[in-house]
């Protein structure tokens, strides 16, 4: 048998360094969490910053992340079996970060997947072995900041086209294998129906699990097809907000025989800057939850509407970012004006023109590749 214990995203922050900096998983962990992961014969955790003393950030959307090279004593105490790097911030400091993280992993003799120096390395799986049986690891990304191309270091992209194959021609070197897909939406505990549908297609094409991570919270989970997917698993050691969402976690628990392998799900609550398994009362509760998330998204008709309601209550605020509301006027119009400034700039028309730019492949494609020309040629501007 081989058992393997998957953790969330994993960012160690300015409030918990000094954990890192001395080597104290335990009082970081805890000693039942920290007992849980040492009897597992891996352990996968999702690196969700660059390791580095650079100060060299890119210019992005959202927050740039790392963690300084004095934390990689803690992360040898911690000791996982694999890294995965394929995620919308281990480029935040550009080359120069992901290569320090890189020597800094290597240096712990810490293996890692899901980026390199060029899109072949980036997708670049790798297999564990332990008692005769071979399971692969496979990390992808949607397409955020930091993407790896044929000429550029970054994440391993999901492509519809390309994952799959590469997920069959992978599957044939393993007993099993595990796909690490990093998207979806933050703070929302549902699959979107595409991302149902991508996931879905992994197994199809032989993955036995899928985990997807990014969302920040805890979310739902089905079978299918012989597989499982985990839609959204929540944080492990990330003390950056306090939104309710990221206040508990799962641990995905997976162990594999020659045969069969099984799935169970280790609840776990983050205390302030420290992470702990959680108690009886409080865990049954998350399990309990997550179990009933997981009941309706059987049914893809809930799926698509629970989408569609979010959807609904959530576009205006991308609207605002588009017209270039600031902070306070986003808000006058929100909680003053009750959104009129902005249906005075997006009439029905406007927002039939906007859908069909970025419905339609050949728009979306031109005006993608158009902001980031123009961003390349005119620069940073402000």
Known sequence: MASIIIGGDFAPTPSNYSFFEKGDVISLLGNELYEILQNADFRIFNLELPITNSNSKIFKNGPNLKAPTAITKGLEYLNPSVLTLANNHIMDYGKEGLTDTFNELNACNIKYCGAGNELREASKPLILVKNN????????????????????????????????????????????????????????????????????????KGANLVICQHSHCIGAFEQFGGGTIVYGQGNFIFDYLEHECWQTSLFVKVVFDENLFSVDYIPIVKYKNVIRKANMEVG??????????????????????????????????????????????????????????LRLIYKSRKRLIIQNFIECEAHRELIIEGLKETMRFDGRRD
């Open 284 to 341: 049954n509760e998350i399990i309990k939850q997550f179990y009933e998330r997981s009941k309706k998204i059987i049914d893809p008709n809930i799926v698509k509407n629970l989408y569609k309601t979010y959807s609904y209550n959530n576009i205006d605020n991308y609207l605002r970012i588009f017209s270039g509301f600031g902070k306070w006027i986003s808000r006058f119009d929100r909680f003053i004006f009750r959104g009129f400034l």
């Open 133 to 204: 049986i071979n399971i692969g690891i496979f990390a992808c990304a949607e397409h955020e900041f930091g993407i790896a191309t044929d000429a550029e270091c970054g994440a391993n992209p999901f492509d519809p086209l390309e994952t799959p194959d590469q997920i069959a021609k992978f599957k044939t070197k393993c007993n099993y294998l595990i796909v690490i897909y990093h998207g979806g939406k933050e703070h929302y505990r549902y699959p979107s129906p595409q991302l149902q549908k991508n996931c879905r297609k992994l197994v199809e």
